[in-house]
């Protein structure tokens, strides 16, 4: 099994700066990548961005592109995304997720989630 705790999420103003972090633990050697994902109120869970565990490769959506970035710090098994020019429609609780077989984009090919962190971006 594979545990993830995300934290990091806030209330930003339009433009500002947030730091989400996700922290791995159990069975890490089994992960191939982490991705972020976010669901909004009313509306489906969609994908953010994703890194590979050894932290080489990275892969966004197109609405977050050049705003967001992901980073592994590998001593602690913690990925970030860094969320920058963030705009009211970001506001979602986002999730991290891990899985064991590639960089992907799909909710259903993720085995593993965290609990959410609220991100709230005022206008």
């Known amino acids: 099994q594979v545990q993830l705790v995300e934290s990091g999420g806030g209330l930003v103003q339009a433009g500002g700066s947030l730091r989400l972090s996700c922290a791995a633990s159990?069975?890490?050697?089994?992960?191939?990548?982490v991705g972020w994902f976010r669901q909004a109120p009313g509306k489906e869970r969609e994908f953010v961005g994703a890194?590979?565990?050894?932290?080489?490769?990275?892969y966004y959506a197109e609405s977050v592109k050049g705003r967001f970035t992901n980073s592994k710090d590998s001593p602690s098994n913690t990925v970030y995304l860094q969320m920058s020019s963030l705009k009211p429609e970001d506001t979602a609780v986002y999730y991290c997720?891990?899985?064991?077989?590639?960089?992907?984009?799909?909710?259903?090919?993720?085995?593993?989630w965290g609990q959410g962190t609220q991100v709230t971006v005022s206008s």
């Open positions: 997720a891990a899985n064991s077989d590639g960089l992907n984009s799909k909710r259903y090919e993720y085995e593993y």
């Open positions: 159990g069975r890490t050697f089994s992960i191939y990548s």
């Open positions: 890194i590979n565990w050894s932290g080489s490769n990275t």
